[in-house]
């Protein structure tokens, strides 16, 4: 009995393998006409270098900083006078808070970062509107010389308060960002609100209000993109942002749920 056992094992296994050579057979068959198999296929990813392009939120928030901060002082009137100065601003309208800035918006999209994405693109091209605006030939400045005063005023306002909106949207997509976010957002939106005001009502103090809040929101928009640059691997230390929202998942035993400090 065990030796009829062992070669019925022994002939089961002759034909297993013979069985094994007839598919490889088949197999180098098919690969010869020109058919891969599914397992023999090999996806090879590029490096993540090669892939994605580096992060553009550095280069989105100064140069969106410097214009806000030179234009705001300017429309303070510290230094050169309430009212004046704006046409030092169009070089820089056109190529650092536009062009620039736009290009910053685009490749946050490729990176897949939409809020940042979306903000960028759009100030942007704002500013960029802004600066080709104030080129001669463009005919905005004509149009707005064949304009009443009160008009030109109040087509800013409209201008303001949709910019505003727009703001106001993006604040409340940073509640739960850190806080120097939030300082940029909400100056930038009290900006807005004071100097479209300021513009419907033909009032200077409401505009000049609405030019020290763009100032700060420069300085805050300047220390973000510093405290992306600035870290432990090229600076001493990082700089603080003031984080302030963990969501349930991260918060530590014994903090108030949602709030820590960092």
């Known amino acids: 009995m065990e030796h009829s056992n062992t070669a019925e094992t022994s002939g089961s296994s002759r034909e297993h393998k013979d069985q094994l050579n007839n598919n490889n057979n088949n197999n180098n068959n098919n690969n010869n006409n020109g058919y891969i198999y599914p397992s023999e296929i090999h996806i090879v990813a590029p490096p993540v270098q090669f892939r994605r392009f580096g992060n553009a939120a550095a280069l989105g928030l100064i140069t969106f900083g410097i214009c806000t901060f030179q234009e705001s002082m300017m429309q303070a009137g510290m230094s ?83 910019w505003s909106i727009w703001v106001l949207i993006l604040l409340a997509g940073n509640v739960k960002s850190h806080i120097a976010n939030i300082v940029m957002f909400g100056t930038l939106n009290l900006q807005l609100d004071f100097s479209c005001a300021g513009a419907w009502l033909d009032h200077e103090r409401l505009t000049k209000a609405g030019g020290w809040f763009g100032f700060f929101c420069g300085l805050s928009a300047m220390y973000n993109a510093a405290a992306i640059l600035l870290n432990e691997e090229n600076f001493w230390f990082n700089l603080p942002v003031g984080n302030w929202y963990a969501p349930k998942s991260l918060k530590h035993d014994g903090d108030e749920e949602g709030l820590y400090d960092v």
């Not at 309208?93 to 490729?110: E, K, P």
Request: glycine share 20%; no cysteine.
């Open 80 to 162: 050169v006078g309430y009212g004046h100065g704006y046409g030092t601003m169009t070089g820089q309208s056109i190529a650092v808070a536009g062009i620039a800035q736009l290009l910053a918006g685009l490749w946050q999209l490729a990176n897949g970062d939409t809020f940042e994405g979306a903000a960028f693109t759009s100030f942007g091209a704002s500013w960029l509107a802004k600066g080709l605006g104030h080129v001669p030939g463009t005919g905005v400045l004509a149009y707005q010389q064949g304009e009443s005063p009160e008009t030109v005023r109040k087509q800013q306002g409209i201008v303001g308060l949709a």
